[in-house]
C-alpha cells in the first residue's frame, strides 16, 4: 500500500474510503471498531494528498486506537459506563507519534473494561467476535485491535500489554502482537514513568507490518526519563536471518502450565518446521515457579494505585474481575513487595544465564483455543481448575514478568481457529527478535491464511 501511495498510483483519499468500506461492511459483525471518525479521516486524507513529500513513515495509512488511548476530542470510554462519553483533553503520545508519522485515524477498537482480562467485551459497546469463527471470541485486551486487523478493515493497529493483551488477541486472530522491550515505546501524557509491567506495542498481519508500525512507536522522548536512546528508524529494516543453525529452547508447557492438547500438537508442529529448515530445537525452559506470585504482587499494586481514587459509588459500578483484583492489591503488606524484587530480580539473572545457550526461547501464546464468546473466562483447563479470571493466560504473564521482549506469531490451525507461538528474545534484543519472527513468519506462512468471513462477503 505504502508503494503504491508514494508513487502516486493510489491516494489516500482512495485507500481510506476502501477501508471505510470494509468497516462498514464487517464491523457489524465482528463489533472491532467502536468509535468512528470517518469525516475528520477524510480530512486528513484530502490534506496528505495535497503534500508533495511523501517520506512520512505511515503515510496515508488508515489506523484505529485501543480505547484505552486517550485521543483529544474523541470518545475514550474505556469500555466503563461512566466514561462512556468521556472526551479526553490530549492525545496519547503514540497517538500522537502515528499521526505525525502520517496514519489517518478511522476511529477507536473494543476492549474489556478498563483492558482487565484476555476477553473482549464491555457494558458499553457488549462483545467483539472471532473473525475465524463469530461464535468465538477475539481474546483481549487488544482484541478489538486483532479482529480488525484479521478481518482487513485496518493495516496496522497499537495495542498494549501487562499480562497478555498484545499476545493473546494476537494468537486467537492470527496476527502479530509485539510487546518490546520496557522503554522501548515511551508511555503518557499520564502513565506511571517507573513501572514497566504494562507496555505499548505495535501489531499487524506482518512481521514486517510490525516492524514498520515500531519504527514510529519506538524512540526516546525527553518526557520518559526510562526510555531508551535507540531511534525507532533502527527497527524498521529487517535483514534476512538464517534458521539454520539457529539454538532455539522450546517447551509445550513452559514447565508448569495446564495446555490444551491442540495448542500444543500446532506448537509442535511448528517447531518441527524450524528443525527442517536446520535449527537446533531443544526441549528447555527456565524454572518459572516464582512468576505467578510475582505478578500477582505487581498487577496488585498497579490495580490498587490506578484506582485509588475511585470514590465509592465509581468502585461500585466497577466490574467484580476489577474489584477482586484492588481487594487484591489492598491486601498486600510490605514484605510481599520485598519478596516479589528479590524474586524476580533472581528470576531476571537466571534467564540471562538460560539465553547464553539459545538465541530465542518459543512457547505457546496461549493455552487454550478461543473459547465461546459467552464465557467470560475461563475456569478450567486440561482438568485443572483456575482460581481467577487471569490464572488462564499465565502463559504470557510469565512471560511478562521478565522483562523480556516477546512476539505472537501464527503457527496454525485446529478446527478451523488460529494457534499462536511466542518467540521470546534475551533482554533489550527487539530487533533481533523481529528478524528472527520474520524468518519463521517466511517459512510457516500461516498469516496468510484468511477468515472465511472474508471469501462470504467478496
Same mark, same amino acid.
Given at each position: 500500500m505504502l508503494v503504491l501511495l508514494r508513487k502516486r498510483e493510489l491516494s489516500c483519499r482512495e485507500l481510506l474510503e476502501a477501508h471505510v468500506a470494509q468497516i462498514e461492511r464487517l #464491523?457489524?459483525?465482528? #463489533?472491532?471498531i467502536v468509535t468512528t471518525t470517518f469525516e475528520s479521516a477524510l480530512q486528513t486524507a484530502i490534506e496528505?494528498?495535497?503534500?508533495?513529500?511523501?517520506?512520512? @513513515?505511515?503515510?496515508?495509512?488508515? %489506523?484505529?486506537?485501543?480505547?484505552?488511548l486517550s485521543t483529544k476530542n474523541i470518545r475514550t470510554t474505556y469500555g466503563f459506563p461512566p466514561l462512556a462519553n468521556f472526551l479526553p483533553k490530549h492525545d496519547a503520545w503514540i497517538v500522537s507519534r502515528m499521526r505525525n508519522a502520517g496514519a489517518v485515524m478511522v476511529g477507536k477498537t473494543n476492549v474489556p473494561e478498563f483492558g482487565a482480562g484476555s476477553h473482549t467485551f464491555n457494558r458499553v459497546f457488549g462483545a467483539t467476535r472471532n473473525p475465524y469463527d463469530l461464535t468465538r471470541?477475539?481474546?483481549?485486551?487488544?482484541?478489538?485491535?486483532?479482529? @480488525?486487523?484479521?478481518?482487513?478493515?485496518?493495516?496496522?493497529?497499537? *495495542?498494549?500489554?501487562?499480562?497478555?493483551?498484545?499476545?493473546?488477541?494476537? &494468537?486467537?486472530?492470527?496476527?502479530?502482537?509485539? !510487546?518490546?522491550?520496557?522503554? !522501548?515505546?515511551?508511555?503518557? =501524557?499520564?502513565?506511571?514513568p517507573w513501572t514497566d509491567l504494562s507496555q505499548l506495542g505495535p501489531m499487524a498481519r506482518t512481521v514486517d507490518d510490525v516492524a514498520l508500525l515500531?519504527?514510529?512507536?519506538?524512540?526516546?522522548?525527553?518526557?520518559?526519563?526510562?526510555?531508551?536512546?535507540? =531511534?525507532?528508524?533502527? /527497527?524498521?529494516?529487517? =535483514?534476512? %536471518?538464517?534458521?539454520?543453525?539457529?539454538?532455539? &529452547?522450546?517447551?509445550?508447557?513452559?514447565?508448569?502450565?495446564?495446555?490444551?492438547?491442540?495448542?500444543?500438537?500446532?506448537?509442535?508442529?511448528?517447531?518441527?518446521?524450524?528443525?527442517?529448515?536446520?535449527?537446533?530445537?531443544?526441549?528447555?525452559?527456565?524454572?518459572?515457579?516464582?512468576?505467578?506470585?510475582?505478578?500477582?504482587?505487581?498487577?496488585?499494586?498497579?490495580? !490498587?494505585?490506578?484506582?485509588?481514587?475511585?470514590?465509592?459509588n465509581e468502585f461500585k459500578e466497577l466490574k467484580q474481575t476489577i474489584r477482586w483484583n484492588i481487594d487484591a492489591g489492598n491486601a498486600l503488606q510490605l514484605e510481599d513487595l520485598e519478596w516479589a524484587m528479590a524474586a524476580r530480580s533472581n528470576l531476571v539473572n537466571q534467564i540471562i544465564e538460560f539465553f547464553l545457550n539459545y538465541d530465542v526461547w518459543i512457547g505457546p501464546t496461549t493455552q487454550v483455543m478461543p473459547f465461546p464468546v459467552e464465557v467470560d473466562w475461563v475456569r478450567e483447563i486440561e482438568g485443572r481448575q483456575m482460581s481467577n479470571y487471569i490464572e488462564w493466560m499465565e502463559s504470557?504473564?510469565?512471560?511478562?514478568?521478565? *522483562?523480556? =521482549?516477546?512476539?505472537?506469531?501464527? @503457527?496454525?490451525?485446529?478446527?478451523?481457529?488460529?494457534?499462536?507461538?511466542? %518467540?521470546?528474545?534475551?533482554?533489550?534484543?527487539?530487533? /533481533?527478535?523481529? !528478524? %528472527?519472527?520474520? &524468518?519463521?513468519?517466511?517459512?510457516? #506462512?500461516?498469516? &496468510?491464511?484468511?477468515?472465511?468471513?472474508?471469501e462470504l462477503n467478496n
Open positions: #464491523n457489524p459483525k465482528i #463489533n472491532a496528505l494528498d495535497s503534500k508533495s513529500k511523501l517520506d512520512k @513513515a505511515l503515510f496515508g495509512l488508515p %489506523v484505529a486506537h485501543k480505547d484505552l471470541t477475539v481474546g483481549g485486551s487488544s482484541g478489538g485491535a486483532a479482529a @480488525a486487523l484479521a478481518s482487513r478493515i485496518i493495516p496496522i493497529a497499537d *495495542g498494549s500489554d501487562t499480562g497478555g493483551s498484545l499476545r493473546n488477541p494476537a &494468537a486467537f486472530c492470527n496476527v502479530v502482537g509485539f !510487546r518490546p522491550s520496557a522503554g !522501548r515505546v515511551p508511555q503518557g =501524557p499520564h502513565a506511571d515500531f519504527s514510529v512507536l519506538a524512540g526516546p522522548d525527553s518526557r520518559a526519563p526510562r526510555a531508551l536512546d535507540t =531511534p525507532g528508524s533502527e /527497527f524498521k529494516e529487517l =535483514p534476512p %536471518v538464517s534458521l539454520k543453525g539457529l539454538k532455539v &529452547a522450546f517447551s509445550e508447557d513452559f514447565g508448569l502450565l495446564p495446555v490444551e492438547k491442540p495448542v500444543r500438537e500446532a506448537i509442535s508442529s511448528f517447531a518441527a518446521i524450524l528443525e527442517r529448515e536446520g535449527a537446533h530445537v531443544c526441549v528447555d525452559t527456565p524454572n518459572l515457579a516464582d512468576g505467578r506470585r510475582i505478578f500477582h504482587i505487581l498487577r496488585g499494586i498497579g490495580f !490498587r494505585k490506578r484506582f485509588f481514587n475511585f470514590s465509592a504470557c504473564s510469565l512471560i511478562s514478568i521478565t *522483562g523480556l =521482549p516477546t512476539l505472537s506469531l501464527p @503457527a496454525g490451525f485446529h478446527s478451523g481457529l488460529p494457534v499462536g507461538i511466542q %518467540v521470546i528474545a534475551p533482554i533489550r534484543q527487539d530487533h /533481533f527478535l523481529l !528478524r %528472527v519472527s520474520k &524468518a519463521m513468519e517466511s517459512v510457516t #506462512n500461516f498469516q &496468510a491464511e484468511q477468515p472465511q468471513l472474508l
